[in-house]
């Protein structure tokens, strides 16, 4: 079945800096991958959407990249600020049908 | 625009009781689904629809219901609760699949 990984340890880091989390998925070629954002208590947000046939994607400090070689997605917050705390969530459709499905998502502390 | 409303935010149930997780949206959006969330395994789409009168089941079906007659409102049935059924409900919202999803506040559900 599809399995969806992303980095279940807490990403600590100073603010300025380049925050890069990872998304590795198995057993499909998804046509599409999303990140999303989730605050505590709050449903999630969505930040940006790649296709397969983009490598990169940005928005604003968010860097999004997809290489469907490696499987994998990489998601970048430059210039970290405390208020890029939260959990991430990157989803993708692992077939024709409709259904979305999510990793659990990696939580991002920003320090100051 | 209000966006995705989820009612209630809160619910305690005890096994085998039976309650309706509302879910209304005003963005005449035809994509709507419900996930859950567990600590740990992320969100897990339970059912979801692509119009009105049309509904499919997601990757954990089983315990739950739902109808769709109207673009807005897409509600989700619990028949006999169990505390399995412990988690926090998130609806969803978007044009369709392959965009980005809206999602709610979401409902805390406790079953002892």
């Known amino acids: 079945s599809q399995k969806i990984e992303q980095n279940s340890e807490a990403l600590n880091i100073q603010e300025g800096k380049t925050a890069t989390l990872t998304c590795n998925y198995t057993?499909?070629?998804?046509?599409?991958l999303q990140w999303y954002r989730q605050d505590p208590g709050r449903g999630p947000v969505f930040l940006l959407l790649?296709?397969?046939?983009?490598k990169e994607k940005r928005k604003e400090r968010l860097k999004v990249t997809f290489d469907t070689t490696l499987k994998q997605s990489l998601f970048h917050i430059t210039a970290s600020q405390p208020a890029d705390s939260a959990t991430y969530l990157c989803?993708?459709?692992?077939?024709?049908?409709?259904?979305?499905?999510f990793g659990a998502g990696t939580q991002v502390v920003v320090t100051p | 625009n209000a966006g995705v409303t989820q009612t209630p935010k809160f619910q305690v149930l005890k096994t085998g009781q039976s309650m309706t997780l509302q879910c209304a949206q005003d963005?005449?959006?035809?994509?709507m689904s419900w996930y859950r969330q567990d600590p740990g395994m992320g969100l897990r789409l339970i059912h979801y629809?692509?119009?009105?009168?049309?509904?499919d089941q997601g990757e954990v079906p089983n315990g739950y219901n739902v109808s769709r007659s109207t673009t807005e409102d897409f509600p989700l049935r619990l028949l006999s609760a169990a505390p399995s059924q412990t988690s926090v409900y998130f609806c969803?919202?978007?044009?369709?699949?392959?965009?980005?999803?809206?999602f709610g506040p979401g409902t805390r559900l406790t079953v002892l």
């Open positions: 629809s692509v119009g009105a009168g049309i509904t």
């Open positions: 057993n499909y070629s998804p046509a599409y």
């Open positions: 969803a919202s978007s044009t369709d699949r392959n965009n980005e999803q809206f």
């Open positions: 963005m005449n959006h035809e994509y």
């Open positions: 989803a993708l459709e692992p077939d024709s049908w409709g259904k979305l499905q």
């Open positions: 790649i296709r397969e046939n983009e």
